[in-house]
């Protein structure tokens, strides 16, 4: 979000941004300091940084959050009357939600997809639970209620109008920045070196396991594909535990010379892994919800001109890769969904990589490309 405040920079409007910080990314204080000094004197950001609560007693501490931003809202409003409160995906847009419709300010919901369906169905939160019920109560009064609502996929949008939404609903799926993920000769020349690659097909997966990702099906299906393409390789880059991840392939009987593991690498070296890259991964567990969906990393690939491997019916992205020819789409999730799209991929590995990269990069830039979602924020500001 405070990449798109920067860009939405004018002359006239300041910007109030409230975030609650996690404990793993804490600044100093005189970091802090440093920082609001620069964001306000340089994009008129007026940051507000709060502490970000979770464990146990999650409801209790949660509600705490939100009674702490609602009232900093309504300070910030007695102050310096507001034209517009947005919020950014559920948990706060719930807090923003409800300090708009405490002190009657038109609302925007960023991001805006069914957050607690996706998390029940991928199994990290009980339909039974109060705090399950509680999110979707906030969901359903955001996406109805709202004034705007920026929502990650078409299939939202359609949602929303078919229950009867008041506001605007737009379609802004989760983009990336053009001039920061791009192709680099010279990134995919040096780590296909590090990695002991000529001209062998590398398929990455740069993502998470466990939740909404899957774990030992993700294994199951890169093994698979090794088998297909006897010559590829393939390169994982992760948080999760790199241990378990090579236990799983030897579990298997996986060549380990043609797996690749890296842990978390910084955000700014991502472009470089993807250009050393011939195909991407998606992995999303198999559930119905998953077409609301927006994963960051569809637009990082296609930005840095590599197709993509994603099952059916995730976001946009299978009919985007049919539609302009920039991924393989897989049925299933397993081997006989990976055979059944192998034609695809011949194509798509076999295809003559300037040409293959120009087409992605220009499919990225319409499909999740920044400038596209600036000018729908822009519109909407503009209204207020």
Known sequence: MLSYLKALKDNYTVFHLITYEQKKYELSLDEIRELKIQLL???NIVWYPMRYTTGRFFLIKKATSALSGINLIRKINQKNPLKLICGMATLAGTFAF?????LKIKYCQFTYEPHS????????MSATSIRFKIARYFESKIGLQSEYVACTTRHMVDDLRKLGARGKLYRIPTSVDEEVNRFSESARARIRKE????????LIYPGKFGGMYRQRETISLLSEWLKLYPTGHVLII???DLKQIQAWFREIGTDEHKVHIRGTVPLKLIPEYLSASDLGLIAYENFDSRKYCSPVKTGEFLMCGIPYLVQVGTSEDDEIAEKYGVGAVMPTFDASGLLSCKPQMDQLLGEDKIT???????AGENYRGKRNALQSMREIFNTC
């Open 98 to 102: 409800m300090a708009s419709r405490l």
């Open 41 to 43: 004197n340089e994009f």
């Open 356 to 362: 293959q990269r120009n087409r992605c990069r220009l």
């Open 117 to 124: 369906l996706i998390m029940m169905e991928s199994g990290k």
């Open 195 to 202: 990695l002991g690659l000529t001209s062998e097909p590398l």
């Open 238 to 240: 992760t948080d999760f």
